[in-house]
């Protein structure tokens, strides 16, 4: 329908076709016309498909410019309702988790805001983030997700005392650090740091063995 609207507007519209052309042009790596992984299709890339569409916007008639106009309105009614979303890092990602529960850097990250709340740091806000991270080792698809969540596992394990687990949850980042991409950028340096950490948690263990693996 989209490519039949900038066909028809060619000749008789064009500046409003070549607006329609550009936001479908900007929007082709981000949806289904070309699969993109969750990593690159990022919510802030939508928005070089913007202006093409106001271009198109204002190219229509007068009658279909007082149309769209009115069409507005419920748009900015539904932006309105979504504002709560953008007041802070917590409601972003718990925004997000509720449209996509397995999303394991929202996850990480949503365990990362309230991380850094000062009521964060024992009791039942400790237990709450690790939980979260938790959450996210068991659902993450790609592996950079799941040596972060259980990297920070092994970190808040480690500042609490909890020797095992924390020797428990740096050999799984070792392990997801193993399966990143060698060819992506660093990921030598963080196989070797998590390789390095989760030998110094067996090491403070008392797992002399574990650690010389």
């Not at 650090?177 to 992506?184: H, S, W």
């Amino acid at each position: 329908a989209w490519l039949t609207a900038i066909v028809v507007l060619r000749r008789r519209l064009p500046l409003g076709a070549g607006g329609l052309a550009a936001f479908a042009i900007a929007l082709l790596p981000f949806n289904t016309a070309w699969p993109a992984t969750s990593l690159a299709a990022a919510d802030r890339y939508l928005h070089l498909a913007i202006p093409g569409l106001a271009v198109a916007f204002v190219a229509l008639p007068r009658a279909g410019l007082v149309a769209g106009m009115l069409a507005l309105v419920p748009l900015v009614l539904i932006a309105r309702e979504r504002a709560w979303s953008f007041e802070s890092s917590e409601n972003l990602w718990t925004a997000s988790l509720q449209r996509d529960p397995e999303n394991a850097a929202a996850l990480g990250n949503l365990a990362a805001a309230r991380a850094a709340r000062g009521d964060a740091e024992a009791g039942a806000g400790l237990r709450e983030v690790e939980a979260l991270l938790e959450r996210a080792v068991d659902v993450a698809r790609y592996p950079q997700h799941r040596w972060r969540a259980a990297a920070s596992l092994a970190d808040l394990a480690e500042r609490d005392g909890r020797l095992p687990r924390a020797q428990e949850y740096a050999a799984r980042a070792a392990q997801a650090a193993d399966e990143v991409d060698p060819r992506q950028p660093g990921a030598f340096e963080t196989r070797l740091r998590e390789h390095l950490v989760a030998a110094r948690a067996a090491r403070r263990n008392d797992d002399f063995a574990a650690a010389t693996r």
